[in-house]
């Protein structure tokens, strides 16, 4: 059994930082990208922020320069460090990972999800 727990949502002003922490706990041998999506209401999930197990990058356009995501390999750990935060960051995000699972003598990749933490940007 794999898990994705996630923290950190919560209510935050706008201008202010916020940051979510994802961990993968279970039967894992390795992890490869990492990322988050969010969902807000009456909108379709959009991938916010992704990262490779090289630690490469990538950013929706509407985070660039104030969102930072990073892992933790050791801790088979995901971050998004959020700052400048504004009321259209308003949604439940989703861990998601791509993780190698041991397979008999061999191993297989499977997507796991996070349950989703709600973050409210408001005054």
């Known amino acids: 059994q794999v898990q994705l727990v996630e923290s950190g949502g919560g209510l935050v002003q706008p201008g202010g930082s916020l940051r979510l922490s994802c961990a993968a706990s279970?039967?894992?041998?390795?992890?490869?990208?990492m990322a988050w999506y969010r969902q807000a209401p009456e909108q379709e999930r959009e991938l916010v922020a992704s990262v490779t197990s090289g630690g490469s990058t990538n950013y929706a356009d509407s985070v660039k320069g104030r969102f930072r995501i990073s892992r933790d390999n050791a801790k088979n750990t995901v971050y998004l460090q959020m700052s400048t935060l504004k009321p259209e960051d308003t949604a439940v995000y989703y861990c998601?990972?791509?993780?190698?699972?041991?397979?008999?003598?061999?191993?297989?990749?499977?997507?796991?999800w996070g349950q989703g933490t709600q973050v409210t940007v408001s005054s």
């Open positions: 998601h990972a791509n993780i190698n699972r041991p397979y008999g003598t061999t191993n297989y990749a499977v997507n796991y």
């Open positions: 279970g039967s894992i041998l390795s992890i490869n990208t």
